[in-house]
């Protein structure tokens, strides 16, 4: 899996979109990039995940840069229940077993 | 759907202790895993489970062994616990094809005196 890099923190405003940097230089070409968060302590929640179109669902929306070195995820109307650690993950095709490895993620608070 | 469930939700032991941390799904998922967290760091893999009877070693494996007891349940177990085994314990599943997504439990928080 492509090693992933992403701030340690950020603040965003209640009611403003979040905004969250991944950069993913070595990313390989069957690599796609996977979204979870956690908010406190509780186990890891599924996002979004995209390979080379950005990607919109009801949670977030996912824009990648056309090399695919970078992403970012967007949170169009941030809450203060937004408040979490998210993981930027790359890892090859969705099928399979493996593991996720996961960093130490960008931990999101929203201020009211 | 309970989803996942992990049973203890917490656990204190002392050093050369065993113990069998479960975990249940109820999502027909074929795949299962067991994570660890330590604080302020990421996840890593212990063990996963691709399917019933196999299981195979994650990125963490020593000092722990898994049984898939069935479709639905994945058990860890501690044969003799070690203060760096002290952490919170997550299990999750996911279904074969949609590996990425996996769904977690909300974690077993461990200490070892």
């Known amino acids: 899996d492509a090693k992933t890099t992403q701030p340690p923190s950020m603040d965003c405003a209640e009611g403003r979109a979040a905004n969250l940097p991944c950069n993913h230089s070595t990313i390989s070409g069957n690599e796609y990039v996977y979204w979870y968060r956690q908010i406190h302590s509780q186990g890891p929640q599924y996002i979004i995940h995209?390979?080379?179109n950005n990607e919109t669902n009801e949670m977030a929306s996912l824009i990648i840069t056309e090399d695919r070195k970078s992403s970012t995820l967007i949170l169009p109307h941030a809450t203060l229940r937004d408040t979490a650690v998210y993981y930027c993950i790359a890892r090859g095709s969705g099928g399979g077993a493996d593991g996720l490895t996961f960093g130490k993620g960008t931990h999101l608070i929203i201020q009211p | 759907n309970a989803g996942v469930t992990q049973t203890p939700k917490f656990q204190v032991l002392k050093t050369g202790q065993s113990m069998t941390l479960q975990c249940a799904q109820d999502m027909n998922h074929n795949s299962m895993y067991w994570y660890r967290q330590d604080p302020g760091m990421g996840l890593r893999l212990i063990y996963y489970?691709?399917?019933?009877?196999?299981?195979d070693k994650g990125e963490v494996p020593n000092g722990y062994n898994v049984s898939r007891l069935n479709k639905r349940e994945f058990s860890l177990r501690l044969e003799s616990a070690a203060p760096s085994q002290t952490s919170v314990y997550f299990c999750?599943?996911?279904?074969?094809?949609?590996?990425?997504?996996?769904?977690f439990g909300p974690g077993t928080r461990l200490t070892v005196t």
């Open positions: 995209g390979l080379k």
């Open positions: 489970s691709a399917s019933e009877g196999t299981t």
């Open positions: 999750a599943s996911s279904e074969e094809a949609r590996g990425y997504e996996q769904y």
